[in-house]
Each structure stands twice: as C-alpha cells, then as structure tokens.
C-alpha cells in the first residue's frame, strides 16, 4: 500500500502554528514511508474563503519547505461529484430527504433544552413517506446512520476510541441549497485522492464517528486516523494570539529560520528519545506515529529561540546571506551586488555567532554594505575623540604601506604600536576606535576580521572618512 496524507486547510485566515506542525506531521509520516503528500484547499464557505488566504498558505507551507505532490485540490470545484457520491446513497436508502420546517426543527431544539438532554434530529422523516412532504420546503438530505452498537475508531493517537451510536443522529449531507455539508465533502475527497491516513488536530476525533459512518455507507475502505492532542499556551490555555498563535508568515517576519520552525514543531507533541536537535534528514528517517503523545503540547518562545540560535550558528552562509539580502537591499534602497554578497559570505562566520534571530543578523551585517560615509551611533562617535584620531591618523598611514592584508599581521601590527608608544596604551584605546570608524558602532565581529572583508581599499576609506568628520 502506498501511503497518502494531506492537509486540508480552510482559507478564512493565515496558515496558523497549529495547521503548520498538522502539515508538517503529514509531510514526515509520508516522506519516511515514501508516499504522497497532498494538499487540498477547503474553500466551500465562499463567504469567507478569499484568495489571499489561499495564497498565505502556499507561501506558509513553501517556507516551510513542506513541498505537496500534484495540483492542490479545491473542495469548492467538486461540489458536483459530492452530490453525486449522496446519489448514490439515496438509491440505495441509505440517505433520505429531512423536509422538516425551520419551526419544527426550532422545537426540537427548544424540547431537548427543556428536558436537560442535548438536541438531535428526531428522524421524523427517517421512514416518513416523501408524499406527506409539505409545498414549498426544499429537503435537506441525511444519512440514515445506525441506531444502535458502537462506531468504533482505533486510532494511531488516541488508541480505541468509541462512541454509542444512539448518541449520534442522522447528519445533514446536503444542506436545502444543494450545497454539501463539511462531513460529506471531507469523506468524498479524502477517498477520491486516495488518502489512507487522516492525520489532524484532536478537536476534529467528533467528526471521526460520523465520517466513520459515511464510509461504511458508501462502501468504501476507512483510512487510518491519527488525532494529535493541540497546542497550548505557555500557561496552558488554549493557544490564542496572546501567547503566539500567529501566523506562520509572522514568524518569518520575526527572523525564524524555516529549519529551526521545522525542528521546534516537530517536538511539540513528538519525541525520538532525547533528541532535541533533529534535522529535517533524520525527521524523515525517525517520523512516525508511534512516537506522537496524547498530551497536549505547551508553546515556550524561549525554547524556538534557542533553537532558532542553533540553526542560525551551523547554518550554511550562502543560505543565510539568501535570508538577510532582502532585508538589507530594503534598508538601503540599493540591490547588492554580487561581489558584496561574496564578502557578506565571508563576513558571515563571525557574524552569526552573536545573532538569535535573522532579524538580528541582517542588522549585525548592515554595516558591511553601507553607503560611504557611515553614520555613527552616539557610542561610536564617542569613541572618534581628539586623543582616538591622533592614534588613527597614525595607524592609517601604516596601513596604506602594507602589502599584506592578513588579520594575523594586521592585530600583530597595531600591537606592537600600542605596545612601543610612550606612554604605552592598552588595545582597546585603538580596536574601539577602529571599529567605530569601520562598523559605525561599538559591536562588531573581531576587528582584524573585519578589516580584511572590508579590503585594504575600503578599509582605508573609512578611517579617513572618521578622521574627516571629526575634523568638521
């Protein structure tokens, strides 16, 4: 058997942290069995179904690096086919149509309030004949679902799970319009795409029953289901915007790492021993059901930051600098050239072990790229003092000289002038000077480091423009 997941998202919003690690779980448990992923866009509430949506969850899951298999499927183009599959169950009295009024429908409700007891359709027109049909009520359509015995779900999460089928009524597969009803649409698609696993959230297991049903009713082979436990809150409420529930674009805007999102999802709610580390390779190689806990999981910031710092400290620099271009040519206005993406390349290594976040390390490198002459921070001017120009002037001059432009020669060489003035000074009088000249900040990677990306040429440059605005 070939494994078939998907995710079926609703285009009423932003691709939420929630929907990612459903998606995610999806993608893992097909990629490790080799099988399909597919993606289905459940977009029958027209109302509040836009495009835009739609968009946020391709970019959502394309960040992610969660590729799907095939076109994504659109539930409202095959609306024709589920009025088809409750054809067939009404030519084989398996389904029937309700005509009851809006008012009868109302008392039903407003009986089972008064008696304590909560509401179900009474099956008044479960065996009623259609000729007693009042005029001008368009029927719904519903299952004639069982009356007693137990629906049963073993579910790869949850365990056994079962439900007393008289607790359950006849469910409304085709609403008076002729639009079909989620439960209907969800069973139909889920079997033309040949979907052998259902894996979601556990707040869908409710709907399990009933869609449980409609498969026997329609003869087709059950999936398997698998109903992970949702995410909460740090305080353990309900995840709500208050403690992150955002969606995934934001944290992307935030300066997370798709690898590191991947990651921290991954371990909310699954587990490989005590692996916290866990590449996306090996995800695919470890991922199954098995290993997910029925406890729901608990949002923690601090944790997906120091996750986010692992990934940034041992991620590759070309894809780094990938990350922080755009960012950089926006505060600019100026697209980079390739040879200033090459020195952002080799600036990198020095760059990211100080940065939490993509955010962080696109400001850290900011100064690599700027314009001639810098702008100083009021620390860094402070360091351009009477006594710092005097040194620099000096160290200029002797720089313009060297022929070669090796950090090792270069620190060995303002050593041995800090050492031999008279008096002698300590190093920071001339490596915080210098950093505020080249870096137009007080907080750079080692200096020595950074002269040698910048180039004699530019480095020269800059000092001179110091000394220049310190002289004006």
């Not at 076109?71 to 169950?89: C, G, M, P």
């Amino acid at each position: 058997m070939t494994v078939v997941t998907r995710f079926a998202p609703s285009p009423t919003g932003f691709l939420h942290i929630g929907g990612a690690r459903t998606a995610l779980f999806n993608w893992l448990f097909a990629r490790h069995h080799g099988g399909q992923f597919l993606l289905r866009i459940e977009d029958t509430d027209r109302a509040r179904s836009t495009e835009d949506a739609v968009e946020a969850i391709y970019d959502g899951l394309k960040w992610l690096g969660l590729d799907w298999d095939g076109d994504a499927v659109s539930q409202f183009t095959r609306v024709d086919r589920h009025r088809e599959a409750v054809e067939t169950l009404l030519a084989s009295g398996k389904a029937y149509r309700c005509y009851c009024t809006p008012e009868e429908l109302s008392e039903m409700r407003e009986s089972a309030k008064a008696d304590g007891r909560p509401w179900r359709y009474d099956g008044i027109w479960r065996d009623r004949d259609p000729s007693e049909a009042p005029v001008g009520i368009n029927p719904v359509i519903r299952i004639k679902a069982p009356q007693d015995g137990e629906t049963i779900i073993r579910d790869k999460v949850q365990g056994t799970v079962r439900v007393a089928n008289d607790t359950l009524d006849d469910m409304v597969l085709l609403r008076s319009d002729g639009t079909p009803t989620y439960m209907l649409a969800v069973v139909v698609d889920d079997h033309d795409m040949g979907v052998t696993h259902v894996i979601r959230g556990d707040d869908h297991l409710t709907n399990a029953f009933r869609q449980y049903q409609l498969y026997v009713a329609l003869d087709w082979d059950v999936p398997e289901f698998a109903h992970i436990p949702l995410i909460h809150g740090p305080d353990g409420a309900k995840m709500s915007k208050r403690h992150g529930a955002l969606g995934v674009d934001a944290y992307r805007d935030q300066g997370y790492l798709p690898a590191a999102m991947r990651n921290y999802l991954l371990r909310l709610g699954w587990a490989h021993g005590d692996e916290e580390i866990i590449s996306t390779e090996q995800a695919i190689e470890w991922f199954d059901l098995d290993n997910v806990g029925r406890a729901a999981s608990r949002f923690d910031f601090a944790k997906l930051s120091n996750l986010n710092g692992h990934y940034l400290r041992s991620g590759d620099n070309e894809m780094l600098v990938a990350e922080i271009t755009p960012m950089l040519e926006e505060r600019r206005h100026e697209a980079l050239s390739e040879g200033e993406k090459s020195m952002l390349v080799r600036a990198m290594s020095g760059l990211k072990e100080r940065a939490k976040n993509v955010l962080e390390l696109a400001e850290s490198a900011y100064f690599y790229i700027a314009r001639r002459p810098l702008v100083f921070t009021d620390k860094a001017r402070s360091q351009l003092d009477n006594e710092a120009i005097v040194h620099l002037r000096t160290l200029v001059a002797a720089f313009g000289q060297m022929m070669t432009w090796e950090a090792d020669v270069l620190e060995a060489h303002v050593r041995t002038y800090v050492d031999e003035s008279d008096p002698p000074i300590k190093l920071g009088k001339v490596a915080q000077p210098l950093r505020a000249a080249l870096s137009g900040t007080t907080v750079s990677p080692p200096i020595f480091d950074v002269m040698v990306i910048l180039g004699q040429q530019e480095t020269l440059a800059r000092i001179n423009d110091a000394i220049s605005a310190a002289n004006s």
